[in-house]
């Protein structure tokens, strides 16, 4: 289950956003791996945390955003895997439907 969404006020630091990213990456990347061997996943919430921390990100001085641009790509980079995996294992759920049929 996706770590709980905590309310991100303007007096976060960049070093807190990098943890909290690094944290929600972590998640994808498990989600990811789970969804690939045929797991289901509940991913409620996860929208909510990738656009706290955009927000977040977006509200810092532009010297300490900066500092998380490769964290943020990795982290993109990781949502389209999940989403490229999601959809394989709906093709494969909705075949097999088919076959049944």
């Known amino acids: 289950m996706m770590p709980m969404s905590r309310h991100m006020g ?9 943890k909290r ?3 929600v990456t972590d998640y994808v990347r ?4 789970r969804v690939s ?3 289901i996943m509940e ?19 532009k010297d300490d955003s900066v500092s998380l641009e490769r964290q943020m790509s ?4 990781n949502l ?14 909705a075949a097999e439907e088919e076959g049944k049929a």
């Open 43 to 61: 991913l409620d919430g996860l929208d909510r945390n990738v656009m706290e921390l955009c927000d977040a990100i977006a509200s810092l001085p």
């Open 80 to 93: 389209e895997t999940l989403a490229d995996a999601m959809r394989i294992q709906q093709d494969k759920v």
């Open 37 to 39: 061997l045929g797991e």
């Open 10 to 18: 303007p007096e976060v630091t960049a070093a807190e956003l990098a």
């Open 30 to 33: 498990d989600c990811e791996r």
């Open 74 to 77: 990795s982290l993109i980079e």
């Open 21 to 23: 990213m690094k944290t």
